[in-house]
C-alpha cells in the first residue's frame, strides 16, 4: 500500500494557501495564539483533537481529510430477502420502547444460539 500521508502542518499550510488565508487570520477565526499555530504546521507540535475539530469545520472538511487518512469504499453489500426487508420496514416503524424492546429480544436470544 503506497504512503501517500500529508502532515497535518503540511495539509494546513495547503489548505491556507488554496483559500488564500493568512496564517493570523486562521488563528483568530479558531481562537488560536498564532505561534502556536505556526508550531503546528511546521510540525513542532502536535495538534490537539479539539484544534483538529476547529480546522476541519473552518474549512468545511473532515478531520479525516485533514489527517490524510484516506477514504475507504466499502464495496460489500447485505442482501436481504423480503421477509428480512418486511422486519426492517416494521422495526423502524417502531418507537423507541418497541425498539429497546426488539433489542432486548435478539440480544437474548442470540445468546442461546451461540
Known sequence: MKNNHISIG??????RQTHKI????????????????????RGLRSARDEEIRDIAIYFDISADTLLSIPHQE???TLELSSDEI?????FRELDDRGRE??????TREYRYVK
Open 10 to 15: 503540511d495539509q494546513i499550510v495547503e489548505l
Open 22 to 41: 493568512q496564517q493570523g487570520e486562521l488563528a483568530k477565526a479558531i481562537d488560536m495564539h498564532q505561534s502556536v499555530l505556526n508550531r503546528i504546521e
Open 74 to 76: 466499502h464495496t460489500a
Open 86 to 90: 418486511a422486519l426492517l420496514q416494521k
Open 101 to 106: 424492546a426488539v433489542v432486548s429480544t435478539i
